[in-house]
Each structure stands twice: as structure tokens, then as C-alpha cells.
């Protein structure tokens, strides 16, 4: 199984920590290396990394992660990196023939949730999104996730600013090559974010959602959230 990483952008809202978001050790580890380490840990064993901003140090970071881990780490260059994350994962297109997990650079997941999402079966033109369903107490900011819709398996809408949800976008996704035509979809109307791919495939029944359950995970993309992660990753709950 591949798994595809998001790491094009700027993070300037964990600029203070550093200058390269997937860079920046949390607990004294690279994030990037960490979100790997997970993926590995569930049973993944080919990555391709999407890096656009200060691209060559992380390319050049990766390739010494990957010499002294014994993993294969592929490059995928997005020189677009200013437009939204759709457009990252659709220049992986041409090296992911089949099923794949994607996730983001700055999600650090329990592993389980990977094992978990990754056993569901996959249907042929599909996608399935691990989503969290605790809206009423969640550990990461509630005005700054995105929100899903879900209703029997399915993924109604998807979006920031959608008022009616009742779930969460974790950042992590079972992908069938579907996902690239939907994103080629998306951005022809005008929507550059996974998001809108995934709402082109809500519309004919085919984003399925998976509940995480009590499994934790942090979108670590300001100084709070950072700081939410690390003190997880001290006590060993992440």
C-alpha cells in the first residue's frame, strides 16, 4: 500500500517553531517523521511526499530519513504550493495507479486509526475519510477543523463553513484513483481543496465516512495545537 503525504505549504502559523512546518520537531522529533513512523507502524511501506515551500530542504531532510529508516520515500514536486491542498494530491496522479492513503504532513494520528481505516473495505470508485464524531468536546479547535455531514456510511457535505454537521475531518482518507478524477472535477468548478473532491464524489453516493471512535488525533497547525500534541506524545496517549 502507498500512502500519499500533503507537506506543500507554508505552515506560517507554526512559524515561530520553525521555518519548514513538516520540519519542526515535536517532542523532539521531525513532524513529517513522525506522521511516516505512524503510517509505517500500520502497515504501509511506500510513501510519496508532495513538498512545494523550502521544498529542498525537506526533499533533501527526507532522503536521509529514508537512508537511515530503510523506507521508501518517493518526491512529488508541486510548484503551485500557494493554491489549496487539492492540487497537491492531484500531481501524485501519475504515480498512484491504484488504492492509497492519503494524509497531511501536520496530522499526527494514533496509529490505529490507520490500521482501522485501512482494514474497512474499499469499494472501486470510492473514498472513504476517517472522521471524528466527538463535536461536542473536541480536542482540536472546533472553529478551525472541517466539518462533515455524515448520515449511514456517507458523507452528505463536507466544507469549513457548513452549518448542519455532525462529524469531523481527521485529514486522513482511503483513496481509490477516483479522488484524482474528482479533484480534476472540482477544480474545473472552481474548488482547488480536497474538500471540494470530496464533495464532487458525495453527490453520487461515493465519500464514505469511518468513524474513529475514541481514537485521538491532532491537526498540529498553530502554536496550541502544538502544544496539545506534544504533551500527548509525553504522556504517551498519541
Known sequence: MNCLIVAAGAGTRLREKGESKPLIRIHGVPLIERVIERAHRAGIDAFQVVSGYRGEALRAALDAFAARAGLRIEHVVNEEWERANGVSVLKAKPRLAGPFLLTMCDHLVDPGILTDLLAQPLEPGTVT???????????NDIDDVTRVQCANGRIERIGKVIREFNAIDTGVFACTPAMFAALETSQAEGDDSISGAINVLARTGRARCFDIGERLWVDVDDPIAFGKAEALLKTGRL
Open 129 to 139: 475519510l476517517a472522521v471524528d464524531s466527538r463535536i461536542e468536546d473536541p480536542l
